[in-house]
T-cell receptor, first 116, second 110 residues
Framework: NAGVMQNPRHLVRRRGQEARLRCSPM?????VYWYRQPPEEGLKFMVY????????ESGMPKERFSAEFPKEGPSILRIQQVVRGDSAAYFC??????????????FGEGSRLTVL | DQQVKQNSPSLSVQEGRISILNCDYT??????FLWYKKYPAEGPTFLIS?????DKNEDGRFTVFLNKSAKHLSLHIVPSQPGDSAVYFC?????????FGTGTRLQVFP
């Protein structure tokens, strides 16, 4: 059973371009979370999704950021018109429905976005 | 507001000795208390948890203690190994998501 797969692992963008980060949760996991870790800081919650639904986006910036988890395919975190402050590691995590309330999440290895 | 604080940003321990990592929380409305470990350039990994109705949970070299009256959570690693060198988090569980702090960086030296 493969773990949470994130790609790309590294992404370089120039200011104003778009960044798309993909996350395939573990098999059987229908809950996906995105976290952001800026350099020298802790992990910050961004958004929690279930298939085709955004459950909690309280950590997502109102502008330029969006996330989806379609019925088929990976979850996508999209950042439009990137700025240097978006440079960070973006981690995706998943959990099965019966483990959501235990707090046990399975994290991917992250996607590192560098904005030039 | 449910918060957990890790007051020690770093800890250095000799190999073979005990490592003790601490968390203090301000609200006891959790069903589970958790510890995660994170290596550089990797995602966090779930390490061990404890139910709020227990005061101790052990898994190999790792033991978590919960003192509800003191609102204190601790992780004991014994014996410590160089491979335990990582950042350790005790995230809070807020409604539907984990909230991570800045963690404690553990370094185990030979």
């Amino acid at each position: 059973n493969a773990g949470v797969m994130q790609n790309p692992r590294h992404l370089v963008r120039r200011r104003g371009q778009e960044a798309r980060l993909r996350c395939s949760p573990m098999k059987g996991h229908s809950h996906v979370y995105w976290y952001r870790q800026p350099p020298e800081e802790g992990l910050k919650f961004m958004v929690y999704l279930q298939k085709e639904n955004i459950i909690d986006e309280s950590g997502m910036p109102k502008e330029r950021f969006s996330a989806e988890f379609p019925k088929e395919g990976p979850s996508i975190l999209r950042i439009q018109q990137v700025v240097r402050g978006d440079s960070a590691a973006y981690f995706c995590a998943s959990s099965p429905p019966n483990r959501v309330n235990t707090g046990e999440l399975f994290f991917g290895e992250g996607s590192r976005l560098t904005v030039l | 507001d449910q918060q957990v604080k890790q007051n020690s940003p770093s800890l250095s321990v000799q190999e073979g000795r005990i490592s003790i990592l601490n968390c203090d929380y301000t609200n006891s409305m959790f069903d589970y208390f958790l510890w995660y470990k994170k290596y550089p350039a990797e995602g966090p990994t779930f390490l061990i948890s404890i139910s709020s109705i227990k005061d101790k949970n052990e898994d190999g070299r790792f033991t978590v203690f919960l003192n509800k009256s003191a609102k204190h959570l601790s992780l004991h690693i014994v014996p410590s190994q160089p491979g335990d060198s990582a950042v350790y988090f005790c995230p809070t569980y807020n409604t539907d998501k984990l909230i991570f702090g800045t963690g404690t960086r553990l370094q185990v030296f030979p």
